[in-house]
């Protein structure tokens, strides 16, 4: 979704989890925040590699509708989370205000990691307020442990399925016949193979 143009007045800005794209409980909590200052609200939800953009756009213009007001503006701009602290550099203006999920962290080394309100005041030295009991980051994981598992899951089955009919017409069928059908098996199973890879598993 594209950034709408905003006025001279600071902006809220808020950095969302994917999984909280759409949420309106949430918008409304962060239209009372703008409120209270005047200030606009961009939404910086941060998604994945694989993820739905059709759907994130979905999401997120619900999550827009939920928040505007009047003279408020409102807008959304997804943003990669492995790059997301680059993009907030790009995006960042003086007297704009961040607002993060008071669960969200940052990894510092390889199993330690920091609070991302503490992160962005320490790395970017701007205020960053939080937002509480929306975000839950171990669900978050369990779930996209579950989806990798299930994409692994069916896609050995759907070899183990095919490498079973490819032997039986290699040992059953000769000739123009046994070569046609196997180039069709095969090319059906990699279809399959990569219409399940372009599946969100996030």
């Known amino acids: 979704m594209d950034v709408i143009n905003f006025t001279d007045k600071k902006r ?70 492995k790059g997301w602290l680059d993009s907030l550099r790009e995006i960042y203006q003086p007297g704009d205000m ?20 503490d992160y962005l005041q320490d790395v970017l030295q701007i205020p960053c307020r939080t937002v509480s009991g929306y975000y839950h980051p171990e669900h978050d994981r369990a779930r996209q442990f579950l989806l990798k598992m299930v994409f692994w899951l069916v896609a050995l089955a759907i070899l183990i399925g095919f490498t079973i009919v490819e032997i039986n017409i290699d040992q059953s069928l000769h000739g123009f016949m046994r070569i046609s059908l196997l180039i069709l098996v095969v090319g059906l199973e990699l279809g399959i193979l990569m219409l399940l890879a372009r599946i969100p598993k996030s």
């Not at 998604?47 to 503006?73: F, K, Q």
Request: charged share 15%.
């Open 12 to 81: 809220l800005i808020v950095l969302l989890p994917e999984s909280l794209a759409g949420r309106t409980d949430l918008a409304h909590q962060i239209n009372w925040m703008a409120s209270l200052q005047s200030f606009d609200v961009l939404y910086l939800p941060m998604v994945e590699e694989d993820s739905n953009p059709l759907d994130m756009s979905r999401r997120m213009a619900t999550m827009v509708a939920a928040t505007i007001g009047e003279p408020m503006h409102v807008s959304s701009r997804a943003i990669a989370r």
């Open 98 to 117: 961040l607002v993060c999920m008071a669960e969200q962290s940052v990894k510092t080394g390889f199993v330690h990691a920091i609070s991302i309100q």
